[in-house]
């Protein structure tokens, strides 16, 4: 390494402040400290970080790139340095993580003030949309829904659970539905965007099969949107058993087509996150949070 780690804090100070005297007065130390640090971190790169005029400052590409790593370097060697001299006792800081909707509203929100009594310093931003895929370049953590592609992320599998065909007690009897596989799925008439053109793979009375969704029914990117429909009578659908169990529990919704089952891991749920990353305390402190919750029996409190 070519470099001294004393000299990110003044590139990240001017970075962050827009300007050498402001960065000076953030740090501390004099304006030609500041300036001498910036130097030699740019001679020791061999790069130019930041172009300076009388007028201007501007961080060049080079520097938008060493400044984000830098950032990442001095935040976990920041805590890295409390935890040891026992500054700080709790994980603290920002993070920010994506959650599906559904995720969010039945299991996720009912705990968070669990979570801020656990983890007062920590300071969560969190971004909830229905097809919540993968980490995006805003966001730190990920909840995410359904087998995931091989990639760079590291995954931590938070819920296994199946995929239940269910429909409400008055169409199951009206239809006279029960345990028997049917001949066309034809009563299928809602189920989530995600199968979208997909052929799901099945196991029907031990036998293999395919259902094409390609150009059936409805389709809805959550799945409580799903279940509220399949319970006001809107035919059969399949969801994730823990957004059904307790619908079920209360003969709202009941279990159809038992004999009929999906392949492991289409309703598993992980959290993922960057491979190269270093956790910090206050991202495996989200990570663990999660994994408590997952393991809890029922959604909600």
């Given at each position: 390494m070519r470099w001294r780690i004393d000299d990110l804090f003044a590139l990240c100070a001017v970075v962050e402040t827009g300007g050498v005297t402001a960065a000076a007065l953030?740090?501390?130390?004099?304006?030609s400290t500041v300036s001498k640090a910036l130097s030699r971190l740019e001679a020791d790169l061999g790069l130019r970080l930041i172009e300076r005029t009388s007028r201007r400052l501007r961080v060049t590409p080079e520097g938008e790139a060493f400044f984000a790593r830098a950032s990442a370097i001095l935040e976990l060697a920041e805590e890295a340095d409390a935890m040891m001299l026992g500054m700080r006792s709790a994980p603290a800081g920002r993070v920010s993580l994506a959650l599906p909707t559904a995720f969010s509203r039945e299991i996720f929100a009912p705990r968070l003030a669990?979570?801020?009594?656990?983890?007062?310093?920590?300071e969560l931003d969190l971004i909830v949309s229905?097809?919540?895929?993968?980490?995006?370049?805003?966001c730190d953590l990920a909840v995410v829904v359904g087998p995931q592609p091989d990639s760079a992320l590291m995954q931590k599998v938070l819920l296994g659970g199946r995929l239940l065909?269910?429909?409400?007690?008055?169409?199951?009897?009206?239809?006279?539905?029960?345990?028997?596989?049917?001949?066309d799925f034809s009563e299928v008439r809602i189920y989530e965007t995600r199968f979208v053109g997909s052929s799901l793979a099945l196991d029907v009375s031990g036998k293999p099969r395919h259902l094409h969704l390609s150009a059936r029914g409805m389709s809805?990117?959550?799945?409580?949107?799903?279940?509220?429909?399949?319970?006001?009578?809107l035919g059969v659908s399949f969801l994730p058993e823990r957004y059904c169990e307790t619908a079920l529990a209360a003969g709202d919704l009941v279990e159809v087509w038992q004999e009929v089952r999906f392949s492991e891991g289409a309703a598993r749920v992980a959290v993922v996150f960057p491979g190269t990353r270093l956790l910090s305390p206050r991202f495996r402190a989200v990570?663990?949070?999660?994994?408590e919750i997952c393991r809890r029996p029922g959604a909600t409190p």
């Open positions: 953030k740090l501390d130390c004099p304006k669990e979570f801020a009594e656990a983890y007062p310093e920590i229905p097809g919540a895929s993968g980490v995006r370049e805003d065909w269910v429909a409400s007690p008055e169409y199951a009897l009206r239809h006279r539905l029960d345990s028997t596989p049917p001949d809805v990117n959550d799945p409580l949107t799903v279940r509220e429909a399949v319970r006001g009578g990570i663990t949070f999660l994994e």
